[in-house]
């Protein structure tokens, strides 16, 4: 073991996500090559490094680092270098010049210790010095922090992750527990807690480990959809998980329930085991619609049979018979669901009763799970729609608190009626924060496509409710004329009924295309969106055309896809700046996709230059496009479909996702001019009816499937609903019994 101290001249290699590195170090007398983990590096560093020399076939010889320490640079040559690295977003090389020509070999010890001294530096003003100061320090804390968590080969973006979370404590709070990683910082799983608990030490058999483990094995339940999970599966997943018997799974579940942090529901003579969020959650879910259901209305003195002649008559349309029913049902229930296929009339249906009761006084309220589902019932009604975060106002309160909905059973939402599109992506907890904010006496009308996938999140809410039978349910099912004219609507029902689709009809818009081999699919689906789709009927294919498919991984996953849709449609050029993370390259001019919420996050609308609106919230599953990639300040800026610009630091970029394909998950509440599909073998869970009906759904204008005939009649022949474990159907029935005595 040998030890060196140099600074670092060049970068040759950066694996973001692991932070191994092939660097140049020039030492007093020689300049060697580093290999090893070290996960925050800048050109200018100066590192004290313990290591072994080894010798590469290739590239000679190599110190291989063991450990490293990082040496404050003592010359002003290695100061500009270390500051204009890009370590300190705000400084980049004309900065950091500025900064060395004012301050000299002083320039670190006024950066740490009297950062007021920046403002005299041409440029740097209050704010910007500020944010100099308190990242610098914040560099120096998550230096150490990274030292620590190195041995445990957890990766640099995790890293800041835990350090953001708990800033100089990180060390102390991990020694202490380290099993909190896996409930606080996203993206860290149990395992990787459990190798930390391991190697500081903590017993197999602690307290600590099992009570981690097991509400780790309930959030994996709930990751499938699950609100509980069955107590003998749960017991038998977690004991195989810790690697301990299960009469210590058993003593943890009397802990964990002691503690109310599980409820142990006895139904049916059977054990269920709930999280606690999600026991209330569907418990208040059950009392409130219940309470709705049975509230006195506001009573409406109408004919409704004359009103809807007269919606008739003025907009020129004749309503089906369920329609007629589903816009008297609004009328006389506290809680209605109306549900059907595409083409089946939701849409006029919903936009008269919103003008039946506009006509009566009162104030109706739109709202749909995402931005995209929200923009569009905002286009198909006229009027403003909202997503169900912003209706109830979601937003930051205090450092105690975090985040939080401002509209509850304290200060509920004003309005006489709340109507709800795409309810079939409402999960358990999201219904419940919905229904707090809704007054008994106020129409709640849930409106949805049962047979669409079920909510990403835990529950099956809108199915529930619907076999609960216990509020009004009507179904449209009459397809209109000019809907059938549109082989998309047309096949759409025939798979939901699992009957083969119509293909390739002329100047129709649902075709397929015949290709046996993965790498022909994927040439095709290239072919399609950069030349033959434009040259078709002029569709753009970034803004245009999306991909959907059922798989992440393999040779027509979405990586994959992603990787050569990015190669071909946007590929590398000199004026794009790009920025690699990982395995992915950002690159602007990119389409990307948010993939979890972050109501902090945010956002502005500008026009000519000049800002004209602004807020908060990005949320899972909302498009957009990469407009500037800053080297200098370490930021990425996303325009989003609804033209929010948001600015990413880098850290934050396991947030953003490329998105020129993407799951059909993903997708739901989306919709897009064209649709394509690879039709390729993938697991059975996954090539379903119900995942391909979503997907034709989602197109507009145009359906192409590419791959092979066979396993699109698989996926029609597959009617496998994964069974979801629920018991929101069961709550309703005997919160209604128990109402009713």
């Given amino acids: 073991m040998i030890t060196i101290q140099g600074t670092i001249e060049e970068i040759i290699f950066k694996n973001e996500s692991n932070g191994y590195v092939v660097a140049i170090v020039e030492t007093e007398d020689d300049v060697i090559t580093v290999v090893g983990y070290i996960p925050i590096i800048n050109i200018g560093e100066t590192l004290e490094i313990q290591g072994e020399w080894v010798n590469h076939p290739t590239y000679g010889q190599q110190l291989k680092v063991h450990t490293y320490s990082t040496v404050v640079p003592a010359t002003l040559n290695g100061i500009e270098k270390y500051l204009s690295s890009g370590l300190i977003p705000g400084i980049g090389p004309k900065t950091a010049k500025k900064i060395v020509e004012k301050f000299g070999i002083d320039s670190l010890d006024i950066l740490q210790y009297n950062p007021e001294k920046l403002m005299e530096v041409d440029g740097i003003g209050k704010k910007k010095a500020r944010k100099i100061a308190e990242t610098f320090e914040e560099q120096r804390e998550l230096k150490d922090v990274m030292i620590f968590l190195q041995q445990y080969d957890i990766s640099p973006s995790y890293g800041i992750k835990i350090f953001k979370k708990y800033g100089k404590d990180t060390v102390a709070k991990i020694k202490e527990n380290p099993y909190r990683l896996s409930e606080d910082i996203f993206g860290i799983g149990f395992k990787i807690a459990d190798k930390i608990a391991q190697s500081l030490g903590i017993d197999s058999k602690s307290n600590y480990r099992i009570n981690a483990g097991i509400k780790f094995t309930l959030m994996e339940f709930a990751s499938e959809g699950h609100t509980y999970a069955p107590k003998e599966e749960l017991i038998a997943k977690a004991s195989q998980l810790l690697n301990v018997e299960e009469s210590l799974i058993e003593d943890g579940l009397s802990r964990l329930a002691l503690k109310q942090e599980i409820q142990l529901e006895n139904i049916d003579n059977q054990i269920f085991v709930y999280y606690m969020p999600f026991f209330y959650a569907e418990t208040n879910v059950s009392k409130k619609i219940v309470e709705l259901s049975q509230a006195e209305l506001k009573e409406i003195d109408i004919d409704v049979d004359s009103e809807i002649k007269d919606i008739e008559e003025k907009t020129n349309i004749k309503f089906a018979t369920k329609q007629k029913e589903a816009i008297k049902q609004a009328v006389e229930n506290g809680v209605l669901v109306i549900t059907g296929g595409p083409g089946t009339g939701k849409t006029t249906t919903i936009n008269s009763i919103i003008e039946l009761f506009e006509s009566q006084n009162l104030t109706v309220a739109l709202a749909a799970p995402t931005g995209r589902a929200a923009k569009r019932m905002s286009e198909a009604t006229g009027r403003e729609a909202k997503t169900i975060h912003r209706l109830l106002e979601y937003t930051f309160i205090d450092e105690e608190i975090g985040m939080a909905f401002n509209k509850d059973e304290g200060t509920p939402l004003e309005a006489d009626v709340v109507i709800i599109d795409e309810v079939s992506m409402i999960d358990i907890l999201l219904m419940n924060n919905l229904l707090k904010a809704i007054l008994p006496g106020t129409r709640l009308i849930l409106v949805g496509d049962v047979d669409q996938l079920p909510s990403v999140g835990a529950g099956n809410v809108l199915k529930d409710i619907i076999s609960s039978k216990i509020v009004k349910v009507v179904k449209l099912d009459e397809v209109f004329r000019q809907a059938q004219e549109s082989m998309i609507i047309v096949n759409a029902h025939r798979v939901n009924k699992g009957q083969k689709p119509i293909l390739n009809v002329k100047d129709k818009d649902f075709f397929f295309i015949s290709e046996t081999s993965n790498e022909r699919i994927v040439e095709t689906i290239i072919g399609l969106c950069k030349e033959r789709l434009p040259k078709f009927n002029n569709y753009d294919p970034l803004k245009d055309i999306q991909i959907l498919t059922p798989m992440k991984k393999g040779d027509a996953g979405v990586n994959m896809l992603n990787n ?10 000199p004026i794009k700046g790009e920025k690699a993370i990982g395995d992915v390259t950002y690159r602007v001019g990119d389409k990307v996709m948010q993939i979890k919420n972050n109501y902090r996050t945010k956002w502005e609308i500008k026009e000519d230059g000049k800002v004209i609106s602004e807020g908060e919230g990005v949320y899972n599953g909302d498009f957009g496009f990469i407009t500037d990639i ?56 996954l090539l379903t009816r119900n995942l391909l009906y979503t997907a034709i759904t989602r197109a507009k204008e145009l359906v192409v499937l590419v791959g092979n005939e066979k396993y699109l009649h698989m996926m029609i022949k597959n009617n496998r609903i994964t069974k979801r474990y629920s018991g929101l159907d069961k709550r309703l029935s005997k919160v209604l019994e128990m109402l009713m005595g």
């Fill in 564 to 573: 050569k849709l990015q190669e071909s449609l946007n590929p590398k050029a």
């Fill in 630 to 685: 800053d080297e200098e300040e370490s930021e990425l800026t996303v325009v989003f479909d609804d033209n929010k610009e948001v600015v990413y630091d880098f850290s934050q970029l396991d947030e953003l996702k490329l998105a020129y394909a993407t799951t059909v998950h993903k997708s739901q509440g989306s919709e897009f001019p064209v649709v394509i599909m690879p039709m390729t073998w993938g697991p059975p869970m």
